[in-house]
Every structure is written in structure tokens, then in C-alpha cells.
């Protein structure tokens, strides 16, 4: 996939790092419509309408969608409308000839056409001048252009995808954005929804984030306990799947997660003596229980500090690497940490043990 050569056009990374299919669709109702929608349109070269709320992955999806359609090969223009001023962004998009204007000293292709049989991804379109509305709908409308200062036509074969977080109707009525260029953008139209519209996603969502920090940032934070998971798909999540992220990036660097702070969500219940039914105490039992208790919070502040990493834990604590794991599991301590967040990553130790 080549690189454009624009500085603030952005060239989308390759397909492998783009998260799995099952991670962007998740499980929810709200996303397997979009999903099916979604493979069908891969093959054509339709343009796409994201709309959605910040944060909620349009820009995701509209790198998915190249990286998957017939585009693949060709680059993946990324043009943030919002950012670039309405006179910069006209020279910007579709290239000038030499002499076109002042500073134009040599000619200079534009992002469209960088974008040739690839794909030019429109972000923010509602900001978009009115005056570039209109050239842009020529481009939709016959794959035509031409370059600022140049009377010669351009043709190009390029899939549009258009991305707003604003209802286009209402900049139609507000005379900001041309309506016969909505109905050309509008072919195939994708509404995302607000991550409180797929808290069934939350929790696969998470993991797959903690995953990303864990090796980005060679890290080994545990996983997110099963209550941790459940309190996060309660969570209002008003800057979606970015706000997400965030906190999930700061419980891997840092170890902390926001609204869990002033509880460790990894300590736990410390034991109290065990009271028979007759008000009997066995000094034996309790001595046996607090040297249990205090070893296993040892080992586990050692595996802590070990980014449980196990056989590195058993070497501090100066124990086999067998041993550590059979305190680990006599203490319930992986259970803990592995309980409900990700049932398919139950540690092989638990039955086999076997080193880090
Ligand atoms: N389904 C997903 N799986 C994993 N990560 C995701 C998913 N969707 C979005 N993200 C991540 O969440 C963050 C926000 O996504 P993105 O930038 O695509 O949202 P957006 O809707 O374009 O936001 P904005 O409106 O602010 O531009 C990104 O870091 C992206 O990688
Ligand atoms: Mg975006």
C-alpha cells in the first residue's frame, strides 16, 4: 500500500494491524446489520457514508474497508475536511499546475490523485466549503477533475468514503452542505452506534484493547477481572470506544482503572479467623490461615511486580517454579485473576504447569 506524499494526508496503516472482523462487529445486534451491509458492498466501488458519534470507530471502519475491497493495492487517502482551511484544501485535494497561483512554482498532483485506484477517505465531510462541495460532486459524479490552473480534465477510479459525526439533513437545512452532494455520498450509509447501544461488545472490546497496550507497550498487566468487565459494560461511555481505549491504556501503564482507584481491583478479601459454631477458636487453625494468607499476599505482590511473569516471580521468592504455581492455585489466585474476562485464556498451568 504506498505512502502518499502529502505531509497532512495520512496513509492508512497496512491491513494487519487492523483489529479482526470479529473485533469491529463485535457480538451485538446493533453491529451485525453493518457487518452484513459492510461485506457486501467490499467488491464495488460504491462511496460509503460513516456517520456516527466521536470516538464510536468511523475512521476504523473506513480503513477496513479499503484494506478488504478491490482497492487494497491502490492508497488509502485519508483528508480531514475540519482541519485544512477551504482555500488550502481546494490545492490540497486536487493538485495545481505551475503558475496556477503565487507560491505555485512547480505543479503538484492533489489527493484524488494520489487516491487513484485507491481510496480517498473524506473525514468530516459537513465541514467541507460549499464551494469545494461542488467540485467534489463532479469527481462522485463522473471521476472527473482537473487541477487548480488547468483546463485539462482528470479522470480517476477511486472508491469516496465520506465520514461526519453531524446529521447531514440539518446542514442541509441550514444551506451548509449542498443536498444534490449528499445524494451522491449517500449511496450506501452506515450509522454506527454509540458503544452504550453494544454493551455486549464491551468486554471483547476491552480485552482486545488491553492485548494492543500489552505488547505496544511491552507490558504484562493481568486481565481485566470478570466484575471489572462488568462494571466497564455499565459504563455510559460517552466518548465511545476512544474513551474505552484511554482507560484501558491507563490500567496498562499504570495500573489504574478510573472509578476502580480507591479499590485495587486486584486485592483480595483478606480472611478472617474462622469461628466455629460452638464459639471455639482453634489457635492452631488461625496461625495456619494468617501464614497462608500473609504468603499468598507476598506472592502475589511478587507476581505483580513481575507483570506475572511466573518464573520470574518463582525465582525472587527463591521457590521452584512448580511450587509457585501450586501456591498460585492453592490461593485461588489465577482464578481470581483470569475469572469470567476471558474464559478461553484460562491459564494451562492451572493443570499443567509449564514455563512463562
Ligand atoms: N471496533 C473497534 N475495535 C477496536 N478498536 C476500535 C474499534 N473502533 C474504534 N476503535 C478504536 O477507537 C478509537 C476511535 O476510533 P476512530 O478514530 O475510528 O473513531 P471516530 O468515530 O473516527 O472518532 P472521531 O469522530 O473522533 O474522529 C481508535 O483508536 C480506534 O482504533
Ligand atoms: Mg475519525
Redesign the pocket.
Known amino acids: 500500500m504506498p505512502v502518499t506524499g502529502v505531509a497532512s494526508a495520512k496513509a492508512v496503516p497496512k491491513a494487519g494491524v487492523l ?1 479482526s472482523e470479529e ?4 457480538c451485538s445486534a446493533a453491529m451485525q446489520p453493518i457487518r452484513q451491509m459492510i461485506n457486501k458492498v467490499l467488491g464495488t466501488n460504491l462511496p460509503v457514508l ?1 456517520q ?12 477496513y474497508i479499503h484494506a478488504r475491497s478491490k482497492f487494497a493495492s491502490g492508497a488509502c487517502v485519508k483528508v480531514n475536511c475540519a482541519a485544512i482551511p477551504g482555500s488550502l484544501l481546494e490545492s490540497e485535494l486536487f493538485g495545481y499546475e505551475k503558475g496556477a497561483f503565487t507560491d505555485a512554482h512547480t505543479s503538484r498532483p492533489g489527493y484524488v490523485e494520489m487516491a487513484d485506484n485507491g481510496t480517498l477517505f473524506l ?2 465531510i459537513s465541514d467541507l466549503d460549499l464551494s469545494l462541495q461542488a467540485k467534489t460532486l463532479q469527481l462522485l459524479q463522473d471521476g472527473q477533475f482537473s487541477r487548480i490552473g488547468d483546463t485539462h480534465e482528470r479522470r480517476v477510479n477511486t472508491r469516496v468514503i465520506c ?1 461526519t ?1 453531524r446529521k447531514l439533513e440539518d446542514e442541509i437545512a441550514a444551506g451548509r452542505f449542498r443536498q444534490d452532494l449528499f445524494y451522491r455520498i449517500n449511496v450506501v450509509t452506515v450509522n ?1 452506534p454509540p458503544l452504550r447501544e453494544r454493551r455486549e ?1 464491551i468486554p471483547g ?1 476491552a480485552n ?2 488491553l492485548e494492543q497496550f500489552n505488547s505496544r507497550f511491552e507490558r504484562e498487566a493481568p486481565p481485566l477481572p470478570g466484575e471489572v468487565l462488568d462494571a466497564l459494560s455499565r459504563k455510559e461511555w460517552r466518548g ?3 474513551e ?2 484511554n482507560m484501558v491504556a491507563r490500567y496498562a501503564i499504570l495500573g489504574a482503572l478510573d472509578g476502580f482507584a480507591s479499590e485495587d481491583p486486584w486485592k483480595r478479601p483478606s480472611a478472617s479467623p474462622k469461628v466455629s459454631v460452638d464459639g471455639t477458636v482453634s489457635l492452631k487453625h488461625i496461625a495456619r490461615q494468617a501464614v497462608r494468607e500473609m504468603e499468598s499476599n507476598v506472592i502475589l505482590q511478587v507476581l505483580r511486580e513481575n507483570k506475572w511473569n511466573r518464573r520470574k516471580a518463582a525465582n525472587a521468592l527463591n521457590i521452584s517454579y512448580r511450587a509457585l504455581i501450586y501456591k498460585i492455585q492453592e490461593a485461588g489466585l489465577a482464578q481470581r485473576h483470569h475469572r469470567k474476562s476471558n474464559p478461553a485464556r484460562v491459564e494451562p498451568t492451572q493443570a499443567t504447569p509449564s514455563p512463562d
Not at 456516527?52 to 480503513?63: C, D, I, S, V, Y
Open positions: 483489529p473485533i469491529i462487529f463485535g460513516i456516527g458519534e466521536n470516538g464510536t470507530g468511523k475512521g476504523l471502519l473506513a480503513q473525514d468530516e465520514a459525526n454506527l461488545d472490546l482486545y484493547c465511545n470506544i476512544r474505552l481505549e
